[in-house]
């Protein structure tokens, strides 16, 4: 079985672009707490919001979809699941909400991460929910001719808790010897824990429950905020494209993790710059006009009234859809679309 000896990463010498990430991060953070104690409150609401795109956007990049309109409905608890998706849906809403709750009372243990799981699939109605794979599993790629090829084998079943225990034991090492930065020490867990790939189904949403608990048990709280899981799936062609970087020669330990630790890094410092501009926002005493015509100023390409509201969290909805007529009539903004299709562009540039 493949060893992991994370202490050894003391050794190692990381690029000047890994070492501004870290930097710029480790700046946000000590702001980051700042906002917190100022704005209790005001950041309630991006808490709300963040959560209910966290659970959605996680979700979809699996292919487990359903309207906006159901995923509010669904974290707010509000209404009963209709298909397996939902089901799903509801599970990582579940365990989100245990991160954000407890996360200091949960450690990086092989025995947290299977009833997190468990958790996950508690509403999926499958029998392997809670224990790790029982069958090989293969991470497969669709060639443009539909035809499918195995990009990547990960680690046998017979192997997988051992390694499991290994890298939970070897983090915490570690992290206690400050042998590296939290912020190089997580994506390197997390991308060992999508190349083990422990369980039958749900890794990806598992590598990214893993990533909120890590970071915010290290301080980095911002994904309460703004949604990690969004920025990912935006992303999510070169999500997978690092994916596929850092797994070559990942069983032979000869794999490079930089860049997972690059896109990761530029995931949580993009999040933290979206954080403080908002809480700037929300500082101002400006009209609701003003605040909407300045987060759409800031738009390139088409945008949404939701996403406005997302990116205005003080404002209501009637207030965003008032100053969006307004922008209309003053030619600032395109309407394009009609009911759920619709959308805006900015046509002062």
């Not at 808490?47 to 956007?57: D, F, G, L, P, Y």
């Not at 680690?155 to 206690?176: F, R, W």
């Not at 990942?250 to 410092?269: Q, R, S, T």
Request: charged share 30%; net charge neutral; aromatic share 10%.
């Amino acid at each position: 079985m493949r060893e992991f000896d994370y202490v050894k990463l003391k050794e190692q010498l990381w690029d000047s672009e890994i070492l501004s990430y870290v930097a710029q991060i480790h700046e946000y953070k000590g702001r980051q707490e700042l906002y917190i104690r100022q704005k209790p409150v005001e950041l309630e609401r991006l808490v709300e919001i963040a959560k209910i795109q966290s659970t959605e956007s996680s979700n979809k990049i699996e292919g487990i979809v359903t309207t906006s309109t159901r995923i509010r409905q669904l974290c707010e608890d509000k209404t009963a699941p209709r298909n397996r998706d939902e089901r799903e849906i509801m599970g990582y809403r579940d365990v989100l909400n245990t991160i954000h709750e407890s996360h200091d009372y949960i450690p990086v243990r092989p025995s947290y991460i299977l009833q997190m799981h468990r958790d996950l699939l508690q509403y999926a109605r499958e029998s392997f929910g809670g224990q790790f794979k029982n069958t090989q599993n293969y991470i497969s790629e669709t060639r443009s001719d539909g035809s499918q090829f195995v990009r990547f084998t990960p680690m046998a079943p017979y192997e997988t808790p051992n390694a499991v225990e290994a890298i939970c034991e070897s983090y915490q090492k570690a992290l206690d010897m400050q042998a590296v930065d939290p912020l190089i020490l997580i994506p390197i867990f997390i991308n060992d824990f999508l190349c083990i790939h422990p369980f039958n189904d749900g890794n990806g949403r598992m590598s990214r429950l893993l990533t909120a608990l890590l970071l915010y048990r290290n301080g980095y709280e911002v994904g309460k905020y703004i949604s990690i899981e969004s920025k990912i799936e935006k992303t999510k062609s070169v999500y997978y494209d690092v994916l596929e970087q850092t797994s070559q020669k990942w069983h032979e330990a000869e794999n490079d993790p930089v860049p997972f630790i690059k896109y990761l890094l530029g995931i949580i410092l993009s999040c933290y710059r979206d954080f403080e501009e908002r809480v700037d926002m929300m500082g101002k005493r400006s009209t609701a006009y003003d605040i909407v015509k300045k987060a759409v100023g800031d738009r390139l390409g088409k945008f949404t009234k939701q996403e406005i509201l997302e990116h205005c969290p003080r404002l209501k909805s009637s207030s965003v859809e008032s100053a969006l007529k307004k922008l209309r009539e003053e030619g600032f903004i395109e309407k394009h679309g009609s009911g759920r299709n619709t959308f805006y562009v900015n046509s002062s540039r």
